[in-house]
């Protein structure tokens, strides 16, 4: 016998003399969001229970096998002229390791409430509702003992419908909505059967999707994650634009302005107001674009052909301009005017004096400031503020720290031509960044003008350039003769080398996993070396119910079949009785492609998704393809008439799961039951063993929903 099965008899032992010692939940109550409501309302009821003093209450939610760990709740409703919507949802618990299953030396993780238990139910109204009872099955614990926990909660006329007909006044008992594994989920009555799907408009409500059970794979952070990354990026970018000329002379001239003052202590503070006042300004440049795009305009950013083809002509200006073909500066006005004023005493004199180098600087910091705005404007409203931050910090620090700390000005590096070169590298590194931005646009709308081997062959170009002008070999109108190779100068040659042969089997079809995102897929390419007529007609075999619409269009890698259509797949997988697998992409989504190569391809995790699973990809941005029009509707969340199927698919996302980026991964029943928690790339980290594990837990989620 297991440890936890024995300890799982020994605890029930200990509790039946506990529960007549009164070791029971000290108040329970049933709360409704409304008490009148209309026929086909939505009314949330709320269940309430407090733990005796000292004990916790176990939640709903586990990762745990069904036979694992604490005992989760279960609650039960039952009532006349009311249909579930979804299962009853713990709200306010925490994700604990279980200590029970690690006994076992498995490791999951159940909920538990520090305090109040909180149970939240959707139901939907067909009529006066005379009685609804909820019972209760539970487990209530402290560091030394558990009791298992049985409560009835009623309540009589809790809801009044006027003019309820007779034909809605038939009494339902309502399904068992436990969230242990051993129940069953009657998936009979879902949006899934309904002839209008509940993201059209004059249907039902958004987020009407019912859940099993054990809902596995907690939703992950993936918001601050996300920003962590921007913030480092930016942070980067920050340390570069130092090392530009138009920066990196001005340090010293910048320090000796503050240390002139005899006064040390007010020397530092001017240090330390200017390095925040720096902060400030690009912070306040973040939030400008953040409160300027907003979420709605970053996915237009993101997916229209005219801000791509824009960007992509702004960053071979920005390219031009670090090749030295022009300077982007400001009017001189406007930098004297500012200079002027830093001469000022007291707190104004840094603050002005940080304008100045802002402007000053803008020729060289310009096009790093508008890269690093571009790329983070497409992420919603937090995003360009934690940017500017990064970069801003990276690019105020040695000034301040200099300020400080004085003595350390001896060792920095002499100005001269490797100021340059930097600016060069950059102005390569520009050039190799703007075709995304026209291969995004083409992807989306088909164009076909920089297929994979294309984009392929123009990078290798642009960094073996870039190799052979650090060999000293290509010479730039502002550049110093190269009498010889500094060892840094070494080692960018043997990286941008090396880089350049990383790229070159490619040509031939090579995936080049490390770049996955950054390059078009690879069904774009025409040649891949070593792909027999045989293993090329593999790939286009079918193994779905129907030949899938748009086929000709869209594409699932690794050789998946599937569909691209939300209710075609539906249908498919009610039919094999299978789980459906939903991809909500895009054609510029990087995160996508990031991990399709590195996540998809894992042998196993592809084994899971061709054998196991209806397959859709739901593209979000795609601008060509256009629906018919009598398959134009009007979305349920977004209120506007949706005409492409790009628009149609970020609908259903919207909708179902309150999220507007990809990639989004969702696991449920051809009758809109999840099985899981969706998933995003953080959610997995890009990591097989995690991704397979989600697919996994789904198949064992979907046996348990099939009589």
């Known amino acids: 016998m297991k440890i936890k099965s024995f300890l799982g008899l020994l605890l029930t032992f200990i509790a039946l003399p506990l529960a ?100 939240k139910q959707k139901i939907k109204v067909t009529g006066s509702i005379q009685k609804i009872v909820c019972s209760f099955i539970g487990q209530m614990c402290d560091e030394s003992q558990c009791v298992m926990i049985k409560e009835t909660l009623e309540a009589a006329n809790p809801v009044i419908v006027e003019g309820s007909v007779a034909a809605e006044s038939t009494p339902v008992k309502a399904a068992d909505t436990s969230a242990t594994s051993n129940n069953k989920v009657d998936s009979s009555n879902t949006s899934g059967a309904s002839s209008m799907p509940s993201y059209k408009s004059g249907s039902g409500n958004c987020n009407e999707l019912k859940y099993t059970g054990n809902l596995g794979n907690a939703k992950s952070e993936t918001a601050n994650k ?112 500012i200079d002027r004023k830093a001469d000022k005493g007291g707190l104004a004199g840094p603050v002005f004096m940080a304008l100045t180098i802002a402007l000053v600087s803008f020729s060289c910091t310009g096009p790093i400031v508008g890269t690093v705005l571009v790329e983070s404007a497409k992420g919603g409203l937090s995003t360009p503020i934690v940017a500017m931050l990064g970069f801003s910090l990276a690019f105020a620090l040695p000034f301040g720290l200099l300020v400080i700390f004085p003595s350390y000005m001896k060792s920095l590096p002499k100005s001269g031509g490797w100021l340059n070169s930097v600016k060069v590298v950059l102005g390569f590194v520009e050039l190799a960044f703007a075709l995304k931005f026209l291969s995004t646009a083409d992807q989306t709308y088909h164009w076909g003008i920089l297929d994979r081997e294309i984009y392929l062959a123009l990078w290798i170009v642009i960094f073996a350039l870039m190799a052979i002008y650090l060999m000293g070999k290509i010479k730039f109108s502002h550049d110093s003769d ?53 293993q090329a007609k593999s790939a286009t075999q079918t193994a779905t119910c129907t030949t899938p619409k748009y086929s000709g269009e869209l594409h699932i890698p690794h050789g998946i079949q599937g569909y691209y259509d939300y209710e075609e797949a539906l249908a498919c997988a009610l039919a094999q009785k299978k789980p459906v697998f939903i991809d909500f992409t895009g054609h510029g989504c990087v995160n996508c492609r990031k991990m399709e ?111």
Not at 24 to 34: D, G
Not at 506 to 521: D, Q, T, V
């Open 20 to 119: 007549g010692q009164m070791k029971k939940p000290t108040a329970k109550s049933m709360e409704f969001s409304a008490t009148k409501a209309k026929t086909g309302d939505i009314i949330e009821i709320t269940v309430k229970l407090s733990p005796a003093a000292g004990m916790h209450i176990y939640s709903e939610k586990s990762t745990c096998a069904e036979d694992v760990g604490y005992t989760r709740a279960s609650l039960t409703f039952t009532g006349d002229h009311l249909v579930l919507v979804g299962n009853a949802l713990g709200v306010g618990d925490k994700m604990k390791t279980d200590e029970l299953a690690e006994l076992d030396k498995i490791d999951c993780k159940t909920g538990v409430f520090a305090g109040q238990a909180v149970f």
């Open 226 to 337: 996300g920003l962590g990354l921007v913030f480092w990026l930016a942070f980067t970018s920050g340390l570069l634009a130092l090392l530009t000329p138009c920066v990196f002379p001005m340090i010293p001239m910048t320090v000796a302005f503050f240390l002139k003052n005899e006064d040390r202590k007010k020397s530092i503070r001017d240090g330390i107001v200017f390095a925040t006042a720096i902060i400030l300004i690009y912070v306040i440049i973040g939030t400008l674009v953040s409160k300027l795009v907003g979420p709605d305009a970053a996915n237009w950013l993101s997916t229209h052909w005219i801000p791509n083809v824009f960007f992509f002509v702004i960053f071979i200006v920005f390219a031009a301009s670090f090749f030295g073909a022009f300077e982007l500066v400001l009017p001189a006005s406007w930098v004297n005017a």
């Open 482 to 534: 190269v009498s010889y190779w500094s060892v840094t100068r070494l080692m960018l040659v043997i990286t941008t080398w090396s880089f350049v042969g990383y790229l070159v089997p490619g040509l031939w079809g090579a995936p080049l996993k490390a770049l996955a995102g950054y390059l078009p897929p690879m069904h774009t390419q025409d040649f891949r070396l070593g792909e027999t007529e045989n």
């Open 597 to 707: 190569e590195k996540v998809w391809s894992n042998p196993e995790v592809l084994k899971i998704l061709k054998s196991n699973y209806v397959v859709v990809s739901l593209y979000v941005d795609d601008k060509k393809i256009k629906l018919n029009e009598k398959d134009q509707f009007t979305g349920k969340f977004s209120g506007k008439l949706i005409k492409t199927l790009g628009e149609k698919n970020a609908e259903i996302q919207a909708c179902y799961f309150n999220s507007n980026s990809q990639p989004l991964y969702v696991l449920m029943t051809g009758n809109e039951v999840l099985l899981q928690h969706p998933g995003s790339a953080e959610t997995f980290d890009y990591n097989p063993e995690k991704f397979k594990s989600f697919l996994q837990n789904g198949l064992f989620e979907f046996k348990k929903t099939q009589p």
